[in-house]
């Protein structure tokens, strides 16, 4: 199984980018999708759950501006994000809990750069 993230690219502040999580391979359910990111020099930080309800959660610092979503038909998982500031510069990895051979464990999408900057 695997996790493949796409969407990033570099942005003007104020401007909006939507980030894109396919999982593929043979999965058999999927639960928690989420949304990570690693600023230069600083840890990995939650930006975003959803449960495969819909329930959701957010980073206090990019609640009103970003919106996770998930097409469980598809097992994706989208992160739109609007108004961005320099500091959401970060490489965003997408993640989830999936039930492969046997059992659920988590695992992680490869990275994608988002850069806003001027």
């Known amino acids: 199984v695997q996790l493949q993230a796409s969407g990033g690219g570099l942005v003007q502040p104020g401007e909006s980018l939507r980030l894109s999580c396919a999982a593929s391979?043979?999965?058999?359910?999927?639960?928690?999708m989420g949304w990570y990111r690693q600023a230069p020099g600083k840890e990995r930080e939650l930006v975003a759950t959803i449960t495969n309800g819909g329930s959701t959660n957010y980073a206090d610092s990019v609640k009103g501006r970003f919106t996770i979503s998930r097409h469980n038909a598809k097992n994706t998982v989208y992160l739109q994000m609007n108004t961005l500031k320099p500091e959401d510069t970060a490489v965003y990895y997408c993640n989830a809990e999936m039930y492969y051979s046997g059992k659920f464990a988590y695992y992680w999408g490869q990275g994608t750069q988002v850069t806003v900057s001027s």
């Open positions: 391979g043979s999965i058999f359910s999927i639960n928690d």
